[in-house]
């Protein structure tokens, strides 16, 4: 199996939980489910419960408040006697949707692994409306940013995120988006800003500073990789219609993406917008692009 490198995530999950921890101390899931569970374990069974963001159709990645830290991202499995609630109504797990939050009654083990694979899971209960699917939006983002000039994708092996500056995501649903985007290209992931990969001696230079002048991320590239960038723009205006009786404003974000592989070599979304659907799906607009 091909090793993962994703620094800020990985290295905050506990070797046998999957889960953030101080150095020394270890983790464990609550051994019994909370009181008020509609869906306990079978009789006799331990149970853990926690509540996870459904990223694409397979993986979880934990809430803030849950038993790891917020940090934790996971894989799972059902079979005929896990128990499916949407809206309060029996489902299918054909029935649940990328960015449904699920409350997920497990066994409470997690395998040692990256992402953590959860044990028997005996219920997963989701409310539609609470479907936001951020995760969906910016893995699109990503997959259009990598289609645009693909001659910067040529010959690489590492990719490189920076998720830092995008705001309404938790850290295990960044966790969830670097990890799924790095899987789907079967590329290994190192998440940080440029300047942290450059320090770190990621990059190497294509030509010497002019004298006079300083040494300069400009003049360096990625022989092995290709580096994304995705930052809110927090400082985005709003030009909305007035709302009538009973209608809400909707749910709106800005963003900026960038794609790099050297000083002269990066490509550029800007002035994006993008807007929530009432299925808690998003579309999104790009303001203008440019190549470098």
């Keep these: 199996m091909r090793k993962r490198t994703i620094t800020a995530a990985a290295l905050l999950l506990a070797l046998a939980a999957g889960c953030a921890a101080p150095a020394g101390e270890v983790l464990t899931p609550p051994s019994t489910a909370p009181a008020g569970t509609e869906t306990p374990a079978p009789t006799g069974e331990d149970s853990a419960v926690m509540t996870c963001r459904l990223v694409g159709d397979g993986l979880l990645a934990e809430g803030e408040d849950g038993p790891y830290g917020g940090t934790a991202i996971f894989t799972f499995g059902t079979d005929g ?7 309060g109504e029996p489902a299918q797990v054909s029935d649940l949707r990328s960015g449904m939050l699920l409350t997920v009654t497990w066994n409470g083990a997690v395998a040692e ?3 953590g694979q959860l044990g028997p899971v005996y219920a997963l209960t989701a409310d539609s409306g609470d479907t936001d699917d951020r995760c969906g939006l ?25 998720l830092s500056g995008l705001t309404g995501l938790t850290q295990g649903e960044k966790a969830a988006v670097a990890w799924a985007f790095g899987e789907t290209h079967g590329l290994e992931v190192v998440t940080g800003t440029l300047e942290e990969l450059w320090a770190q001696g990621y990059f190497t230079p294509m030509t010497e500073p002019a004298e006079g002048y ?3 991320l400009a003049l360096y590239q990625w022989e092995d990789g290709v580096h994304f960038t995705l930052t809110t723009d927090t400082e ?14 909707p749910v709106l974000t800005a963003f900026n993406a960038q794609k790099w592989r050297s000083g002269l070599g990066a490509y550029f979304f800007s002035d994006c917008t993008a807007q929530r659907g009432a299925d808690g799906t998003w579309t999104y607009t790009v303001g203008s692009d440019a190549i470098a």
């Design 81 to 87: 006697d896990t128990v499916v609630t949407v809206d």
């Design 236 to 249: 985005a205006a709003w030009n909305l219609p007035a709302l009538g009786p009973g209608e809400e404003s």
């Design 214 to 216: 300083e040494d300069s």
């Design 113 to 115: 692994s990256y992402p």
């Design 138 to 162: 910016y893995l699109q983002v990503l997959e259009d940013l990598w289609a645009a000039d693909p001659g910067l994708n040529e010959g690489v092996t590492q990719v490189g995120l920076d």
